[in-house]
């Protein structure tokens, strides 16, 4: 034997007492004392090697291997401080915490590897809108590990379109897979709960359907190309202020109907590998210490069978962690190691349990690239995803406003382009949400690729005022803080020019966010004076040229339109469109391409409109430690259809530059028995090729249960219809669709009576309608209890 490597007594737990085991190592195999050789993950069944893994590598199997935030240095353990950056809280006393041993520089983090029984150590990274990596290692510029900004997820989620998103994670996952990385921390779906969220640009909608739908279609992409995806935060994770902390009291209905649906659909239609538990406590109890939510729902079940894995140091005991079901504790320090340890020894957490946390790590490490030993080339084909990109930002985006047909600008050559963002465009928020991208096409460059002469005086004016808005800014205060936004320039002076020589006025807002912070309602989700100054100054001038004035919205999340949209003509909801930013507005701007997509959550007139504004827990600094959904399942256009409260636009709004009519709905049957079939014709009444997002809507009896006004079930988009083309869509319609959660029941029920189903073109605008009748309740499923507020909720009812 060559290489003999002896390695020390290793204490193996088995029935009560310690084995000592002495092992052999050689680079050829692995050996046993008995020379029998040792299992090997993949060859020997899982059974073998749970069985030859010691406690110790078992205890390292379930803790990942640390973690080192950019920007920082650990305090020396001496001193005992805990580093504590926006919520990530660094034990003094664990040095390794700091120090990740690299496959892949910039990653979010590893596993350890147990390389005696053939387990390999295995790669995960941020973040949901492209591979979040170091795009220089070692400061040598000679070689690149760029990665591609896909639009972020509300704009992929406004498309509606589910083959689309599927081709985005084809070809997202590729660059995963070529980067030599096993698994993507992506991608996010929690519930925009409330505007200020300061991640929702991360999450995909208001609606758990949508957003189910469309991770679902993300999931298969990415996992097609042999990797995996953990997807995230399970669950109400819908604020950012003290969100290590922060108590969400919710209703189990709530819960299930709304905050995990659309992880229940993820998980039955895509098999995600992982899910990532979020930070926050749910009903008093942190979401990663909860075997109801990780074992009996999403396992039992859901029937999922990989591996969950906390949020990065997330929760606070690691024992409670495995005996939930929460899997692997992420980034991982030896401290939770020896607590395992101590916890198994002490007959505090079962052997069987931490077997079974280990065994679904095992199972999804055999898939891992790293297992397979895949030959990762670090050259993804950025040039191809580039035009992935491109075109899923192109769906995405929002005609909100089209006055006397002010867009698209084809007939115009010379453009006065304002606002910041114009110049310095936003292409994804921050934090593990933002992307190392190569490049990002400005509107001023988008327009100018497609034929266009911007205003070279206002090119130079917003260069000059931006270089020097970003040296005399305030540097920000910690590693999630944003950089503040650059006020806009007045540009009064520059008007008259402006106006005379230009054929059209083209004004950016831009908006950004990440995580770590809720967004504010000053000067973000209401305009700034100075925003407000350059409409209305930028308004009157070209109105009394009779020349038109666009917005466009570069924003994340949603913001206050109502107010100020009567001053122009067109808006744009381009959201934050990833790298090809500019050539994709512009591709809509200009007429290339029609706008298709629909907003897939509710802009409200006012703040004060939104259900959970009494209830949103304010900013960082406070440390709520409490939140209430007393809205229940009053949320989004839930709220605003059934309480009379009409948005400025509403959910599954969106216009395009032609016409659509609704036609010849049919119903399978009148008397549902368990399934149903909806079909429609929908027909291009315009005058250029489109394409139409249908919606399909159920308003239930709501006899014994209180029930929203309607809620969406179905929805698809059409494909490319010429002038006077038609397409006829169906819609299956299952007992399930029906159903509400009965939480004293623990079932999913449809009661009996008329239920009327709409087909709308948005939440509100129905187009066509039929009812049909349920003679018996059924009900869909049962489920066992669980998630109980342990807290008073009121809870709003209708
Ligand atoms: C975020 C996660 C992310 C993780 C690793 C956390 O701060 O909440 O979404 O995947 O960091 O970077």
Redesign the pocket.
């Given at each position: 034997m060559k290489n003999l490597k002896s390695c020390s007594a290793i204490g193996r737990y088995a029935g009560g007492f310690y084995l000592i085991a002495q092992v052999f190592l050689t680079t050829g195999g692995a050996f046993a004392q008995t020379g029998k050789p040792l299992p090997q993950l993949g060859k020997s069944p899982i059974k073998e090697v749970l069985a030859a893994l010691t406690l110790q590598e078992k205890a390292k199997l379930v803790v990942g291997m640390g973690f080192k935030m950019p920007g920082t240095t650990a305090p020396p353990p001496s001193t005992g401080a805990t580093l504590d950056i926006g919520g990530f809280k660094m034990p003094p006393s664990d040095p390794d915490a700091y120090r990740i041993p690299e496959k892949v520089s910039g990653a979010?983090g590893r596993l350890h590897g147990v390389p005696r029984l053939g387990i390999p150590s295995i790669t995960v990274c941020?973040?949901p809108a492209g591979v979040r990596i170091d795009p220089i290692r070692n400061n040598d510029n000679s070689k690149t590990y760029y990665a591609t900004a896909f639009p972020v997820a509300t704009l992929l989620a406004s498309s509606w379109d589910t083959e689309l998103v599927k081709n985005v994670g084809v070809a997202f996952g590729s660059e995963v897979r070529d980067y030599g990385v096993d698994i993507l921390?992506a991608p996010?779906l929690n519930i925009h709960r409330n505007p200020l969220g300061g991640r929702n640009f991360e999450y995909y909608s208001e609606d758990p359907l949508l957003a189910g739908k469309i991770t679902a279609a993300m999931v298969k992409g990415i996992q097609s190309n042999g990797v995996g995806t953990s997807i995230?935060?399970y669950a109400a994770n819908n604020q950012e202020s003290n969100r290590t902390g922060v108590d969400v009291v919710v209703s189990e209905r709530a819960m299930r109907e709304i905050y995990l649906k659309g992880f229940e659909i993820a998980v039955k239609e895509a098999k995600p590998w992982t899910v990532?538990s979020s930070?926050n406590k749910l009903n008093g109890t942190y979401t990663s210490q909860r075997a109801d939510l990780i074992t009996n729902i999403l396992r039992n079940e859901w029937g999922y069978k990989g591996f969950v894995m906390t949020?990065?140091f997330g929760g606070e005991d690691p024992v409670a962690q495995m005996a939930a079901g929460n899997d692997l504790i992420m980034p991982g320090s030896p401290t939770q190691s020896d607590l395992i340890i101590a916890a198994v020894k002490s007959g505090k957490l079962s052997l069987a349990q931490l077997n079974k946390n280990v065994s679904h790590i095992l199972n999804v490490i055999l898939q891992s690239p790293s297992f397979r030993k895949y030959p990762y080339n670090n050259a993804p084909n950025l040039k191809h995803d580039a035009q992935v990109s491109r075109l899923a930002a192109e769906q995405g985006m929002i005609l909100l406003k089209n006055e006397d047909k002010a867009l698209p600008i084809s007939g115009a050559k010379r453009v006065a382009l304002f606002g910041n963002t114009s110049y310095d465009i936003i292409a994804g928020g921050t934090?593990?949400g933002d992307v190392n991208k190569a490049y990002t096409i400005s509107l001023l460059q988008g327009l100018t690729n497609a034929g266009y002469t911007a205003d070279a005086g206002l090119i130079s004016s917003y260069t000059d005022h931006i270089k020097a808005g970003k040296v005399n800014r305030p540097k920000p205060a910690n590693i999630f803080a944003l950089p503040a936004p650059i006020p806009e320039m007045a540009v009064a002076d520059k008007l008259e020019a402006a106006t005379n020589n230009n054929d059209v006025a083209i004004i950016t807002i831009g908006r950004n966010a990440g995580?770590g912070n809720d967004r504010g309602l000053e000067n973000d989700y209401y305009l700034s004076q100075s925003e407000k100054d350059m409409i209305s100054g930028v308004a009157t001038s070209f109105h009394a040229r009779h020349k038109k004035v666009i917005v466009v919205l570069n924003i994340g999340g949603v913001i206050e339109i109502a107010s100020w949209r009567n001053h122009v003509d067109g808006i744009l909801l381009a959201w934050q469109p990833g790298l090809e930013a500019g050539n994709a507005i512009a591709d809509i701007l200009s007429g290339k391409v029609n706008p298709s997509g629909k907003l897939a959550t509710t802009f409200p007139v006012d703040y004060r409109d939104v259900p959970s504004a009494k209830n949103f827990p304010g900013t960082p600094a406070q440390k709520p430690t409490t939140v209430s959904y007393e809205e229940g399942i009053y949320v989004g256009y839930r709220y605003y259809d059934t309480f009379g409260v009409k948005p400025a636009y509403a959910f599954g709004y969106g216009l395009s530059y032609t016409g659509f009519t609704y036609s010849k709905l049919k119903l399978s049957t009148q008397q549902f028995a368990g399934k149903l079939t909806a079909s429609v014709t929908i027909t291009n009444s315009g005058k250029i090729a489109g394409r139409e997002v249908v919606e399909l809507y159920l308003a239930a009896p709501g006899k014994t249960m209180d029930k929203p006004v309607k809620e969406l079930k179905a929805f698809a988009k059409t494909s490319l219809l010429q002038p006077g083309q038609s397409q006829t869509l169906s819609f299956d319609i299952t007992t399930a669709q029906l159903a509400s959660y009965d939480t004293a029941k623990s079932s999913w029920v449809a009661e009996t009576g008329t239920y009327k189903l709409m087909l709308a073109s948005s939440s509100d605008d129905v187009k066509q309608s039929a009812t049909f009748k349920l003679a018996k309740q059924l009900i869909a499923e049962k489920d066992g209890k669980a998630l109980s507020p342990v807290a008073a909720l009121n809870e709003l009812k209708k």
């Open positions: 979010a941020d973040g921390l996010a995230k935060h990532m930070y949020d990065w934090g593990s995580e």
